[in-house]
């Protein structure tokens, strides 16, 4: 019954993995320039899911032709290079259990209150609220942190981190 639903499983994975290859590509490199992260990050992640379980149909599909791949010295060499960087890239990220250190650094910043993260830029605080405004933030109280400023603001934490590090 299964069968009559859905055809031959051959006809639709390769279509499912080069649909999914070309938005989870054009999403990384977006999303590598950091154009439209917040709209992208979601869709890349689910469509990279979804290019996964093609990627194992077809392997499944094709299984004889890529156990081949293993006995090839080329092959070989090529799918251990991509294991290393992968796995070098994890590493350098941080912690393999999810968190990067630059994520919790930037999460203390935007924690920090103005006065901290004058300090942290080697700026007076005077001039580090002068960009702020010089930027459209309010600033009420020069105590408040960066998060709070930029919610009182309506403006996300992402956009007030470049105008604090801009020289």
């Avoid at 639709?12 to 938005?23: D, M």
């Avoid at 093609?54 to 006995?71: C, D, E, M, S």
């Avoid at 910043?109 to 960009?131: D, Y």
């Amino acid at each position: 019954m299964a069968s009559q639903i859905l055809p031959d499983r051959r006809q639709w994975t390769t279509p499912l993995i080069i649909g999914a290859y070309l938005v989870t590509g054009l999403s990384g490199v977006m999303l590598f320039f950091h154009f439209g992260e917040s709209l992208l990050k979601e869709a890349h992640e689910w469509i990279g899911m979804l290019f996964a379980l093609g990627a194992l149909l077809h392997v499944q599909n094709h299984w004889i032709p890529f156990k081949r791949y293993f006995t090839r010295p080329l092959a070989q060499t090529v799918m251990a290079a991509a294991l290393v960087a992968g796995l070098g890239f994890m590493v350098a990220a941080g912690d393999v259990s999810g968190g990067s250190p630059v994520r919790a650094v930037m999460h203390s910043i935007e924690q920090a209150p103005l006065p901290v993260v004058a300090q942290l830029q080697q700026r007076e605080l005077s001039e580090l609220v002068g960009l702020l405004e010089g930027a459209g933030f309010k600033v009420a109280d020069t105590g408040v942190t960066l998060e709070a400023l930029a919610a009182a603001n309506q403006r996300s934490s992402r956009e007030i981190i470049p105008v604090v590090f801009q020289r």
